[in-house]
């Protein structure tokens, strides 16, 4: 994987999807990776991940990657990123701070950014710190944490009995009710509700994305990561268009919250992906890379 390093020298890792793939560089850093991007069609797609956790579960986004060149950072501390001397620098605004790096190490004026479930907030903050230097910005089931929105018990549970008829859903339903109320309940056990389906290939990502870096997860969030009032004011003048992509099922974040959420942005248009949940490429890629596809161009 080609690498560059942060602003605190931390030395952080990306995979190009799509276009021309990075020239060979035996050097710890690949500053050659930025110009072998292919430039020659739509520039490419930084897309932030969740989690925060590896970014390949993101794959190629459902094929995406065939109609733009995608730019996927593993977050400090995860994949092929290394471990921070300053754990602090976890916290999601700090975590903005190495999206630019990134950007100036590929050499982009101006860039369409993507960013799915935790990595939305990174994004949203993105937009708001450095609203001149987006052409786009893409949130795709966003978590809402950015803006001040939190998102209540009654709105998780009506969303999750949508799912009633589900084989699995009595299991699924209990653990979920036990965690929000507190009593314990198993987070594995609601798995099923956060895909539009739950098969084998829903098995495998889920599996795939899950976190393993705890101490990254706990801090993401950790006191002064989040500046709503700030953010929300700084978003009332971004200009540039938004696109909000969501999962009719997407428990982690539900459509109606996603809908306050692009409230926040002057020029948003929010879509709703039937039958889908937290990861609607993977649930309908077609659906999605053809929604994504006719927005970003």
């Known amino acids: 994987m080609p690498t560059f390093h942060a602003a605190d020298g931390t030395r952080l890792a990306y995979r190009v999807t799509g276009g021309r793939p ?37 794959g190629d986004l459902g094929g995406l990657s065939a109609h733009r060149p995608l730019i996927v950072p593993d977050l400090r501390g995860t994949g092929g990123s290394a471990v921070p001397e300053d754990r602090s620098s976890y916290r999601c605004d700090r ?27 990174i994004a949203t903050q993105y937009a708001a710190r450095y609203p001149d230097r987006l052409d786009r910005l893409v949130l795709v089931g966003p978590g809402t944490r950015a803006v001040g929105l939190t998102i209540d018990a009654r709105t998780r ?25 507190g009593a314990g309940g198993d ?22 994305g899950r976190p393993d870096n705890e101490e990254a997860v706990a801090l993401f969030g950790a006191e002064g990561a989040f500046t709503p009032e700030a953010t929300r004011a700084a978003l ?12 009719e099922f997407d428990l982690n974040s539900p459509p109606a919250s ?35 596809a006719a927005f970003t161009g």
């Open 22 to 58: 990075p020239a060979a560089d035996p050097a710890a850093d690949h500053p050659v990776a930025a110009t072998s991007i292919d430039r020659s069609a739509a520039g490419p797609i930084v897309c932030v991940p969740g989690g925060p956790a590896d970014c390949r579960y993101l």
């Open 95 to 121: 975590l903005v701070d190495d999206v630019e790096a990134l950007r100036v190490h590929l050499g982009l004026p101006r860039m369409t950014l993507l960013g799915h479930s935790a990595g939305a907030n």
């Open 157 to 181: 549970r009506a969303l999750a009995l949508l799912r009633r008829d589900e084989p699995w859903f009595p299991t699924a339903f209990a653990a979920l009710e036990a965690i929000m109320e």
């Open 187 to 208: 987070p594995e056990a609601i798995a099923p509700f956060f895909h539009g389906r739950w098969d084998d290939q829903a098995r495998r990502h889920h599996e795939a």
């Open 236 to 247: 009332a003048g971004f200009e540039a268009p938004v696109l909000l992509l969501v999962g």
């Open 258 to 292: 996603v809908a306050e959420l692009a409230e926040f942005f002057p020029d948003a248009a929010l879509v709703v992906q039937p039958g889908a949940g937290h990861h609607p490429w993977i649930d309908d890629a077609d659906r999605f890379v053809a929604t994504l």
